[in-house]
């Protein structure tokens, strides 16, 4: 074990239960001069001064409040999502990192009043539905949508209930119980209200994605296409999924739906970026990034404030190095993430033609859980070209490689320049309790843990941009298009 892994764990020990004013540079003292074996591969010293003040400064956890507690939802198009731009950009100010916004224009959904009920009958005196307009979802009629229902659990289902769906509420049902599900699930309200839509059917409503529920329904985008029958779609929380279920096993059942969402004109937004120019060779750039965008319920702490706020938490401490590191790092807050993708669709359109140039990428989506993992996306040779630099991980518990290969929906669309994905996994496990709810909010991200991926993310982002060689880019994605078409082998938050 190298002298440094003495040091952080030290650190990680004595600065856990410590006050956030304690400073980490009291502890141990020249480490280096009591190694034994040969120096390790990296700068220790730089590993120390990115890890002790992400653990405990608290410096990304004040700015999360800031973002969640201050700003609030950000959907794009809204008041709150221009907000968090001209926030992010003081913010890179205020720590000295040169920041600019480019732009994006962006679809602009509004949700408006909405409640459903299950209608009585002979069997029920009647239930309210606990439910969520998904993003792109039309408005029913004023007076609301009245119709049967009808129970499937894969779009293949629908697809062989022919024309016995027309004029009918579809109702996706699913067995989602642990965060590993999601990448399965997700396509049932991604792609199942669309497929309802052509089949006749006038209504939608999907089981939550959720691994958790006190009757929270979680909205997230579903996709229309152009031209193709639309219809009202909403998520249901899945204590109501079930009720649905068990009554539709008795017989008959009807419900009555009114949302009065909105599609308004596209919007003028933009992606926030900032950059730390590379001291060797600023040419070759390492990208982190996250989704400054949010769902328009909670203030989406998790989602995806957690990684927005490490991401800028690395660039303020490697900006405070006595020396940049030898590549250039650059951070994309990428704007709509969650409804449309156009951020990052803007993203690789203006900067193809440096997207070869474009070492590593890495995007912060699945919560602010602690770190557990790195993960790669790259040619061969990839890990052991970043196993050296890894030791200063151990103490973070994030210095093995993660079978589940790097991705992220904002970097989809620099897979087929097949730029080199790098990832930090971090524990998703109670992520989906909570993600696109109205309970994603700051008290649900634990602040040590917060602070421990923050450390990961600071210092692989400057192992990416300091080490030696460069990752050997990867084969072009199997089906390069959109992210929604393409399997998803890992839990990616979007
Ligand atoms: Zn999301
Ligand atoms: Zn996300």
Same mark, same amino acid.
């Given at each position: 074990?190298?002298?440094?892994?003495?040091?952080?764990?030290?650190?990680?020990?004595?600065?856990?239960?410590?006050?956030?004013?304690?400073?980490?540079?009291?502890?141990?003292?020249?480490?280096?001069?009591?190694?034994?074996?040969?120096?390790?591969?990296?700068?220790?010293?730089?590993?120390?001064?990115?890890?002790?003040?992400?653990?405990?400064?608290?410096?990304?956890?004040?700015?999360?409040?800031?973002?969640?507690?201050?700003?609030?939802?950000?959907?794009?198009?809204?008041?709150?999502?221009?907000?968090?731009?001209?926030?992010?950009?003081?913010?890179?100010?205020?720590?000295?990192?040169?920041?600019?916004?480019?732009?994006?224009?962006?679809?602009?959904?509004?949700?408006?009043?909405?409640? @459903?009920?299950?209608? *009585?009958?002979?069997?029920?005196?009647?239930?309210?539905?606990?439910?969520?307009?998904?993003?792109?979802?039309?408005?029913?009629?004023?007076?609301?949508?009245?119709?049967?229902?009808?129970?499937?659990?894969?779009?293949?289902?629908?697809?062989?209930?022919?024309?016995?769906?027309?004029?009918?509420?579809?109702?996706?049902?699913?067995?989602?119980?642990?965060?590993?599900?999601? @990448?399965?699930?997700?396509?049932?309200?991604?792609?199942?209200?669309? *497929?309802?839509?052509?089949?006749?059917?006038?209504?939608?409503?999907?089981?939550?994605?959720?691994?958790?529920?006190?009757?929270?329904?979680?909205?997230? =985008?579903?996709?229309?296409?152009?031209?193709?029958?639309?219809?009202?779609?909403?998520?249901?929380?899945?204590?109501?999924?079930?009720?649905?279920?068990?009554?539709?096993?008795?017989?008959?059942?009807?419900?009555?739906?009114?949302?009065?969402?909105?599609?308004?004109?596209?919007?003028?937004?933009?992606?926030?970026?900032?950059?730390?120019?590379?001291?060797?060779?600023?040419?070759?750039?390492?990208?982190?990034?996250?989704?400054?965008?949010?769902?328009?319920?909670?203030?989406?702490?998790?989602?995806?404030?957690?990684?927005?706020?490490?991401?800028?938490?690395?660039?303020?401490?490697?900006?405070?190095?006595?020396?940049?590191?030898?590549?250039?790092?650059?951070?994309?807050?990428?704007?709509?993430?969650?409804?449309?993708?156009?951020?990052?669709?803007?993203?690789?359109?203006?900067?193809?033609?440096?997207?070869?140039?474009?070492?590593?990428?890495?995007?912060?989506?699945?919560?602010?859980?602690?770190?557990?993992?790195? =993960?790669?996306?790259?040619?061969?040779?990839?890990?052991?070209?970043?196993?050296?630099?890894?030791?200063?991980?151990?103490?973070?518990?994030?210095?093995?490689?993660?079978?589940?290969?790097?991705?992220?929906?904002?970097?989809?669309?620099?897979?087929?320049?097949?730029?080199?994905?790098?990832?930090?996994?971090?524990?998703?496990?109670?992520?989906?309790?909570?993600?696109?709810?109205?309970?994603?909010?700051?008290?649900?991200?634990?602040?040590?843990?917060?602070?421990?991926?923050?450390?990961?993310?600071?210092?692989?982002?400057?192992?990416?941009?300091?080490?030696?060689?460069?990752?050997?880019?990867?084969?072009?994605?199997?089906?390069?298009?959109?992210?929604?078409?393409?399997?998803?082998?890992?839990?990616?938050?979007?």
């Amino acid at each position: 074990m190298p002298a440094s892994t003495f040091v952080l764990s030290a650190s990680l020990a004595l600065l856990s239960g410590a006050a956030p004013a304690a400073k980490p540079a009291a502890a141990p003292s020249k480490p280096a001069a009591t190694v034994k074996a040969s120096a390790p591969a990296y700068p220790q010293a730089v590993a120390e001064k990115l890890i002790g003040p992400a653990l405990t400064e608290g410096h990304a956890y004040a700015r999360l409040a800031e973002l969640t507690d201050g700003i609030g939802p950000r959907l794009s198009g809204s008041e709150g999502a221009e907000a968090a731009v001209q926030w992010a950009l003081r913010s890179f100010k205020a720590d000295g990192v040169k920041a600019w916004t480019e732009p994006v224009k962006v679809p602009r959904w509004v949700r408006g009043e909405e409640r @459903g009920e299950v209608l *009585a009958s002979a069997r029920t005196r009647g239930h309210p539905l606990s439910l969520l307009a998904l993003g792109d979802s039309p408005p029913t009629p004023p007076e609301g949508l009245t119709a049967e229902v009808v129970e499937v659990t894969s779009v293949e289902q629908l697809a062989a209930l022919g024309d016995s769906v027309k004029g009918k509420i579809v109702f996706f049902n699913h067995t989602m119980t642990v965060a590993a599900d999601y @990448g399965r699930f997700a396509g049932l309200r991604g792609r199942g209200p669309a *497929a309802a839509a052509k089949a006749g059917a006038v209504g939608a409503l999907v089981r939550s994605l959720a691994t958790a529920s006190l009757r929270t329904p979680h909205t997230g =985008s579903t996709r229309f296409e152009d031209g193709a029958p639309k219809i009202p779609a909403a998520s249901i929380a899945t204590e109501d999924a079930d009720l649905l279920h068990r009554m539709l096993a008795g017989g008959p059942v009807r419900v009555k739906v009114v949302l009065g969402s909105s599609s308004l004109p596209d919007a003028d937004s933009s992606n926030v970026i900032a950059e730390i120019r590379g001291r060797e060779k600023p040419q070759e750039i390492v990208l982190i990034g996250a989704h400054l965008d949010s769902w328009d319920v909670g203030t989406g702490a998790h989602d995806d404030g957690a990684g927005v706020v490490m991401v800028m938490e690395a660039a303020r401490l490697l900006a405070k190095l006595p020396q940049a590191p030898r590549r250039t790092v650059r951070v994309v807050l990428f704007m709509n993430e969650e409804n449309g993708l156009r951020g990052a669709r803007a993203y690789a359109e203006a900067h193809a033609a440096e997207l070869p140039r474009h070492v590593a990428a890495m995007e912060m989506d699945a919560g602010g859980g602690r770190p557990v993992a790195v =993960s790669l996306r790259a040619g061969a040779g990839g890990q052991d070209l970043v196993r050296p630099w890894l030791p200063p991980l151990v103490a973070l518990g994030a210095a093995n490689f993660s079978a589940r290969e790097a991705g992220g929906a904002d970097l989809s669309p620099m897979g087929p320049a097949r730029v080199p994905f790098f990832g930090v996994e971090v524990d998703s496990s109670r992520y989906f309790d909570v993600h696109h709810t109205h309970a994603d909010t700051l008290d649900k991200v634990d602040p040590q843990d917060l602070a421990r991926s923050t450390a990961a993310v600071a210092w692989v982002t400057y192992a990416l941009a300091e080490m030696p060689g460069t990752l050997v880019r990867p084969e072009p994605p199997a089906q390069p298009g959109p992210p929604a078409a393409a399997p998803q082998p890992k839990v990616s938050g979007h």
